[in-house]
């Protein structure tokens, strides 16, 4: 079977978890290419088009796997490969983005959504549609020593360090929420998300005394994800699927939106220490390796005579 992931590479790159799918994929015996899209806003997307034709001119493909609503719409206005979509968050949850996701979802073959809440948003027919969140590579994302993380990245052996779960310069991810909450904590640090190789994340999930979420939106957020893999206690408000990760996960916290009751819960979640999350990751079945089973069955029911 040859799939082509059409992904956005506007970040100088695909986004590592489509990566990490990809190469899953790979190791469940699928012949994977990816195509990267190269433009902003609708009409960057869709200059993608002629682009696209030519390589499915020349490559024998079965099937096209989108990551993004916009991916989805401009893969969908070739007629000869039927098309996947996967819908992640921001192109459900932004307004301004929703009516080309929900034309793409019509347009699309098969529609997957990362959590329930943008399924029902998006109004996609039941039928061709499925809620599945990407997986975690759990063998890197997996506890290791706080003392040998914070040693291999620097971090001081002795402090309290928060983990934000994104850059600071990201509006969606809430940073000035976080920041008066961690204010409210003497002596605890905020470490900033950003410009790290994967492996440098997870030594941070593993060197922190927790994580911390306060996204305005989300879809499935793979810094949850994979801090549970890393045993990770996690203080989120009520964002994406947040909830039903955390559920049943001691040393997790779902709170309100609020500086003091934040503080209140890492305090609680820092004087946790381990969790149970590897436990969670395992019962959702979120391992890389179970997400590529599922979707090569999806794959294989599109591409089934019938």
């Known amino acids: 079977m040859r799939v082509l992931i059409v992904a956005s590479g506007n970040g ?7 990566e990490e799918q ?12 990816l195509f990267l899209v190269e433009g902003h806003g609708v009409m960057g997307y869709l200059r993608n088009l002629t682009r696209l034709k030519d390589d499915l001119n020349t490559t024998l493909t079965h ?39 929900r034309l793409a979802a019509r347009r699309s073959r098969f529609n997957i959504f990362v959590s329930t809440r943008l399924a029902s948003r998006c109004g996609a027919s039941r039928s061709r549609s499925a809620v599945l969140p990407c ?18 990245l620097g971090l001081d052996p002795s402090a309290r360090y928060v983990l934000f779960a994104g850059a600071f310069a990201n509006a969606v991810k809430n940073a000035p929420l976080a ?27 593993n060197a922190a005394d927790v994580l911390l979420m306060t996204s305005h939106s989300e879809g499935s957020p793979q810094v949850v994800k994979e801090a549970l893999a890393c045993a990770q206690p996690v203080v989120s408000v009520s964002v ?24 209140s819960a890492l305090v609680r979640a820092m004087a946790t220490g381990r969790t149970n999350g590897p436990g969670r990751v395992a ?17 294989k029911n599109i591409l089934a005579p019938k």
């Open 12 to 18: 100088g790159g695909m986004a590592p978890f489509v």
């Open 22 to 33: 990809a190469e899953a994929l790979r190791k469940a015996g699928v012949e994977v290419r």
């Open 63 to 101: 099937l096209i796997h989108c990551h993004y609503g916009l991916c989805g719409l401009l893969a969908t206005l070739q007629h000869r490969v039927p098309v996947v979509t996967t819908y992640h968050g921001s192109d459900v949850n932004d307004p301004k983005v929703l009516p080309f996701s």
């Open 135 to 152: 997986g975690v590579d759990t063998s890197l994302f997996r506890p290791i020593s706080r003392a040998e993380a914070r040693l291999q």
């Open 179 to 205: 920041k008066a909450a961690v204010a409210l904590l003497p002596g605890v640090k905020l470490l900033e998300l950003s410009g790290y190789s994967r492996r440098e994340v997870a030594l941070l999930m």
């Open 240 to 263: 994406g699927d947040v909830p039903l990760l955390l559920d049943g996960v001691e040393g997790c916290h779902v709170v309100a939106r609020d500086p003091q009751v934040i503080a």
């Open 283 to 299: 019962a959702l079945e979120l391992d890389n390796a179970q997400v590529a089973q599922k979707l090569l069955s999806i794959y």
